[in-house]
């Protein structure tokens, strides 16, 4: 393959040293880049159930939906739960687990929807780059996501903030197609402030409409009269999901649908019902959340230093800029919420990684192989330990800290966990020096890691984090034919109460729970012993495996 170096003078960024070779060359590294991104998306969709947290309460939502809820009220454990986002992720994941019930759990099917997101994530965010910075830099933003840490385990996840990530992305990719098909490029960013409505709710969505506003004032390139024009195309595309749903909502149930609006302003700073002030969480936490996107942005800003104006750096700029103004304002940030601030890093990553000097390359390259080599080394060790009992002072610290997890060889495991380590050692032996070589052997390593997590340790993980053995413990002291009442329950054991055991407690407030024989509390770890209750006595105690903070306890009316 011939390629030739040329100073690149692309309207949008100039200045930079690329590659241009035949359309021909293309096909190998987009084979190379799709098998890298589906090697690591993957591995961790199925075969495990749903795990604590933001999981457990989607799935929660999802069996509500396939139980026959009402589409357009979120519904937790037979009751309309305000704390949720707008349904769009839980519906597609309904849809994904009834189309698939044949063949895959409901967790499972549901969980491939996010997969189908984060492809989608992927997609345009790849069309962003290309038409930012021109056709191989696509490439580099797809490597740099899936080298990115904060999507290691989150792209795995059945969340809504994957459905949250893809309208932010289709956003992005209109934005800049817009530049050269105004009205498309409207419809699709108009379309992608609606999903992202509809997936996340009102915090992100404020994000994008606030670059919409402040793009024109920063860049030159939006600051014409054709752009104010495709405004109101933006604001057509986006109207059907801003009103639809809240309509549908506000309708049928307007109280409920008040108190979910209540809780969507509180959430920021400036109308929070108690005194807070915006954070720095977002700047604490990405260094390494980030990584590598943000020193390849950085160097980016650096060498458009002359010129910020231009889109292919401007536009980025501004969107990152405002979605840490507005994540900052989160009353509750966490890291899950800083999610959409990896897309614009990643197309200020990609506009730099062409140019990026041979001494930084060669050290993220040589970083990346020391890094993966000596973490692949440590995971055979503990797979060893945990499964085979060797080397056992390892095997017996593990064991303590997962008593009720009895190890077993898994053939078929431990190949796939073989097989990824030969295909990244031969992807190092046959690598030849590009421009996009570092970013893809740290991409690869961020593959093979979460290869061997999901081959060899989805198990005692799924032990640790699944509710399903603590649920067919608990079932047995379950009334067949009587109310269970609830107190301090969490969403996501009330989501999975429904999903395993079709049970739909009744909150201590409700009238129906004075009736009630059985009464599930959850109590924490400050409290040593099991909380008496006068008037109740304790049939059942159990907590997840290995969870010493969420206990339960079961108690039967006196």
């Known amino acids: 393959m011939q390629k030739i170096a040329v100073e690149w003078h692309h309207p949008y960024v100039t200045g930079l040293r690329v590659y241009r070779s035949s359309a021909d060359s293309r096909v190998a590294p987009f084979a190379l880049t799709l098998l890298l991104c589906l090697a690591w998306l993957l591995p961790g969709l199925v075969g495990h159930a749903p795990w604590k947290g933001s999981e457990a309460q989607t799935m929660g939502l999802v069996h509500s939906i396939l139980s026959g809820a009402p589409v357009w009220l979120p519904t937790l454990g037979g009751e309309p739960w305000a704390h949720a986002a707008p349904p769009l992720y839980p519906l597609v994941a309904a849809l994904f687990a009834q189309l698939l019930s044949p063949w895959l759990p409901v967790h499972d099917g549901a969980r491939l929807a996010a997969g189908m997101f984060i492809l989608l994530v992927m997609l345009f965010s790849a069309w962003t780059g290309r038409e930012l910075y021109g056709h191989r830099h696509g490439r580099l933003v797809v490597l740099t996501l899936v080298?990115?840490?904060?999507?290691?385990?989150?792209?795995?996840?059945?969340?809504?903030?994957?459905?949250?990530?893809?309208?932010?992305?289709?956003?992005?990719?209109g934005m800049a197609l817009m530049l050269r098909r105004t009205w498309l490029g409207s419809i699709l960013a108009g379309t992608g402030i609606g999903i992202c409505f509809m997936a996340s709710g009102v915090l992100e969505t404020l994000a994008l409409l606030l670059t919409l506003l402040v793009l024109p004032v920063a860049g030159s390139a939006w600051r014409t009269r054709r752009f104010w024009l495709a405004l109101s195309l933006i604001v057509l595309a986006a109207s059907p999901w801003l009103i639809w749903w809240p309509w549908q909502a506000w309708h049928a149930a307007p109280d409920w649908f008040a108190h979910w609006w209540r809780l969507q302003r509180q959430q920021l700073v400036f109308w929070a019902a108690a005194p807070v002030y915006p954070s720095g969480y977002y700047f604490g936490f990405l260094p390494w959340f980030a990584w590598p996107a943000w020193p390849l942005a950085l160097w980016t800003l650096w060498q458009s230093r002359r010129n910020w104006g231009v889109p292919g750096v401007i536009f980025p700029l501004v969107m990152?800029?405002?979605?840490?103004?507005?994540?900052?304002?989160?009353?509750?940030?966490?890291?899950?919420?800083?999610?959409?601030?990896?897309l614009p890093l990643a197309w200020l990553a990609a506009g730099g990684s062409a140019s990026l000097r041979r001494g930084a390359a060669n050290a993220l390259y040589w970083f990346a192989m020391m890094t993966f080599g000596v973490l692949a080394l440590a995971v055979w060790v503990y797979w060893?330990?945990?499964?085979?009992?060797?080397?056992?002072?390892?095997?017996?610290?593990?064991?303590?800290?997962?008593?009720l997890y009895q190890g077993h060889f898994h053939l078929q495991s431990a190949l796939l966990a073989i097989l990824y380590c030969v295909a990244w050692l031969a992807m190092l032996t046959r690598m030849k020096r590009a421009i996009h070589r570092p970013l893809l052997v740290w991409a690869a390593g961020m593959t093979l890691a979460w290869g061997l997590a999901a081959f060899l340790f989805v198990r005692p993980i799924d032990a640790r984090l699944s509710y399903a053995p603590?649920?067919?413990?608990?079932?047995?002291?379950?009334?067949?034919?009587?109310?269970?009442?609830?107190?301090?329950?969490g969403a996501g054991v009330r989501g999975m109460l429904d999903y395993y055991l079709g049970l739909q407690t009744l909150r201590e407030t409700s009238v129906g729970e004075r009736t009630c024989r059985?009464?599930?509390?959850?109590?924490?770890?400050?409290?040593?012993?099991?909380?008496?209750?006068?008037?109740?006595?304790?049939?059942?105690?159990?907590?997840?495996?290995?969870?010493?903070?969420?206990?339960?306890?079961?108690?039967?009316?006196?």
């Not at 080397?391 to 303590?400: K, N, Y």
């Not at 047995?476 to 269970?484: D, E, F, G, R, W």
């Open 147 to 173: 080298g990115s840490i904060g999507l290691w385990v989150a792209a795995h996840e059945s969340i809504p903030q994957s459905a949250e990530l893809c309208g932010v992305a289709l956003f992005g990719y």
């Open 320 to 342: 990152w800029l405002c979605n840490t103004l507005v994540l900052s304002c989160d009353v509750k940030p966490d890291p899950v919420s800083g999610l959409p601030l990896l």
């Open 470 to 489: 603590m649920m067919s413990d608990l079932n047995h002291y379950l009334p067949q034919n009587s109310c269970v009442a609830s107190r301090g329950l």
């Open 384 to 403: 060893s330990a945990l499964d085979l009992g060797y080397p056992v002072d390892l095997a017996r610290h593990l064991h303590a800290l997962q008593p």
């Open 518 to 558: 059985f009464m599930l509390v959850e109590y924490g770890d400050d409290e040593a012993d099991i909380p008496a209750v006068n008037g109740w006595s304790a049939v059942w105690h159990g907590q997840r495996m290995g969870n010493h903070v969420e206990r339960y306890v079961l108690y039967r009316r006196d």
